[in-house]
Nanobody, 116 residues
């Protein structure tokens, strides 16, 4: 059974930091590209950050320089370190595990709320 379980969300003041985690099971984690997406109320889900199996990373322009994605293959976990948070970062954050031709799974999401 495949599971992606996000954690680490919460309420933080603007300028603060949070670290999200997504623990995966039931997949060959090291061979998956891992993503973080977010969805704010009334808005479409947007891609925030990507890390490939060879640890190539990519970020949305809105989070570059503030967010860092990383992975620990020994723990089957992907992280999103979020610094200098802004109210517009408020959203439900989702992780996704994708391996071409094999799997495409999503977590249930974790709420991040940034107060001004």
């Amino acid at each position: 059974q495949v599971q992606l379980v996000e954690s680490g969300g919460g309420l933080v003041q603007a300028g603060g930091s949070l670290r999200l985690s997504c623990a995966a099971s039931g997949i060959i984690f090291s061979m998956n590209t891992m993503y973080w997406y977010r969805q704010a109320p009334g808005k479409q889900r947007e891609l925030v950050a990507t890390i490939t199996s060879i640890r190539t990373t990519n970020y949305a322009d809105s989070v570059k320089g503030r967010f860092t994605i990383s992975r620990d293959n020994a723990k089957n976990t992907v992280y999103l370190q979020m610094n200098s948070l802004k109210p517009e970062d408020t959203a439900v954050y989702y992780c996704r595990a994708y391996r071409s031709g094999r799997n495409d799974y999503w977590g249930q999401g974790t709420q991040v709320t940034v107060s001004s």
